[in-house]
């Protein structure tokens, strides 16, 4: 017969599994419960039209999400020029370089810089862009996402070189190469899928990014006209029209919730297939 | 000679460029981190002028009569991160058990894989299902349930709306439990192999093996990661904008409407007529922004120098 010490400790066991088990279970059906949500009523605006034509009034039938779309990805496209090869050079001096009390304070405000709020960031590109040229616009909006993505490429640039064997780096400076070309031309050539991979997901993160456009990108009905006006942008209208009281502004909010959720999660599974390939 | 035709191919010059070039890009970051300091200080200075300290407990905020307090949305961020984590900790904890430890192996690097998906998703899309899914159902189902069961407690009274600081914590909760548990299982997966079969060698059951072993092991990385996920709680703007209410008063019950700094700024920034409005609101950016840099700046450090016990 068992002691009663060991049955004790039997049903402690068998209790802290079951919660951990209900645990699992209560995020899966919540999470579960999002996705099925976002993909059903999403799906139900989805056609043609959703891809190819401007909004309209509320009211009126049809219409689409056409400018918002290329809005997004004019946005997506400025901030990624920024902010990407600065982030690379960063990441390339704290890796090659940074091992000193700069590197270090630089590499300690960029982690806390990838977790700062991002509606802070918003208000500091009002200040420093939209005033100053009388107005929101697209490239406001650019500058506000490249400044998200800085510290983020740059983070992810420094761990994908670390990896990088510094007996490759020894290699090439023995054949008598100077150290930028070391670098160039072979430690970026090491690192380029998980370089590559960094960026896609900083290009995830800041494409469904929503507060920061708020007061730097705005809206807008039209077609975007130039990086200086206002521009249309998925996240933006899906706020306005989930606030809306008109029922068919808040299906093409649903609508284009679906699309950016597809977007980002395609974005990180292709990010992730480039890191299964390298571990290859 | 050779030193001579490689130092023409390759002149110093270049190579002092190219280290000139990658540091100022890296001191771009302080530099980029210092300017938004000053600009948020300089912009915010009429309010901070005409307010003082009083900015910072005054429950008064009303553009029409120019006053202008930030403790309604403090206590409203605080709160809303605070029950947020309530929640989202101890579930995130069994997740990441569920997945080191539960869960069948073959399983376990397609759970993993989901986990991290879904911390990718944009908050926005938690704000979507917050207001239209959730807070329906919060409304007519919980809420009522609540008030029927627990009105006792100040907490639980109040008209079952649906949008509040409730519905807010909860939103809050279910966005940040893939990144806690993420974080969390990574600390636990650093428990070495060895510990834990010696452990269970010694006739340790699975809990006595997490709570003695792989607990104690890695909790300077857990509580890091805790205040990591704190920190980006706190600075959430549409997870909580969509939900919360937008209203600028103190109420002991968790079902009223109420705001965080986030969506305050969200809801008002582009309406601020006036300068020493959008002086206020530019403020009460500084003041998330000097919150969230001390938390998350604590977890930094605190993470740095546990960092030689996890490698171990």
Known sequence: MKSRSVRIRRFKNALALICSLVAALIGLVFLIWILIEVILRGAACINWAFFTQLPVPPGEE??????????????????????????????????????????????????????????VIGVFVYAILVVPLGGFSGLAGGVSLAIIM????????????????????????ALGAPYWHVVWQVVYRSARAGMLTGIILAIARVSGETAPLLFTAL???????????????????????????????????????LLIMVAVLAMNIIARVFVHRMGK | MSED??????????????????CS??????????????????????????????????????????????????????????????LAVPLAGGVALFLTELSPVFLRPIFSTAIELLAAIPSIIYGMWGLFSLAPLLADHVQPWMTEHLGFIPLFQGPPMGIGMFTAGIVLAIMILPFMASVI?????????????????????????????????????????????????????????????NAHELSWSLFNPANTIASTLANEFTEASDKLYLAALVELGLVLFLITFIVLGLAEWWLKHSAPREKG
């Open chain 1, 219 to 257: 809206n807008s009905p039209y077609w975007p006209e130039g990086l200086m006006e206002p521009m249309a942008n998925l996240t933006v209208t899906i706020f306005n029209y989930a606030m809306s009281p008109y029922d068919d502004w808040q299906v093409k909010a649903w609508g284009a919730s």
């Open chain 2, 25 to 86: 890009a890296g001191g771009l970051i302080l530099l980029l981190l210092a300017v938004m300091m000053a600009v948020l200080f300089y912009d915010a200075w009429p309010s901070i002028k005409q307010f003082k300290l009083g900015f910072l407990v005054s429950t008064n905020w009303n553009p029409v009569t120019h006053q202008f307090g930030a403790f309604t949305t403090i206590v409203g961020t605080l709160v809303s991160t605070a029950l947020a984590m309530l």
């Open chain 2, 185 to 245: 299982r990574d600390v636990f997966l650093m428990t070495p192999q060895v510990l834990k079969e010696s452990a269970y060698g010694l006739g340790a059951t699975t809990w006595e093996v997490v709570w003695q072993v792989v607990f104690p092991y890695g909790r300077r990385g857990v509580v890091g990661g805790l205040f990591l996920g704190l920190g980006r709680a706190m600075g959430e703007t549409m997870a909580v904008t969509f939900v919360i209410g």
């Open chain 2, 5 to 22: 035709s490689r130092s023409r191919r390759h002149p110093v010059w270049v190579e002092s460029l190219f280290k000139g070039l990658t």
């Open chain 1, 150 to 173: 800085l510290p983020v490429v740059t983070r992810t640039t420094e761990e994908m070189l670390r990896l990088v064997p510094n007996s490759v780096r020894e290699a090439a400076l």
């Open chain 1, 62 to 119: 049809g219409g689409g999400l056409a400018n918002a779309m290329l809005g997004t990805v004019i946005i997506t496209v400025v901030a990624t020029v920024l902010g990407v090869p600065l982030g690379i050079l960063a990441g390339t001096y704290l890796s090659e370089f940074g091992r000193n009390r700069f590197g270090d304070t630089i590499r300690f405000l960029s982690n806390i810089f990838v977790s700062a709020p991002s509606i």
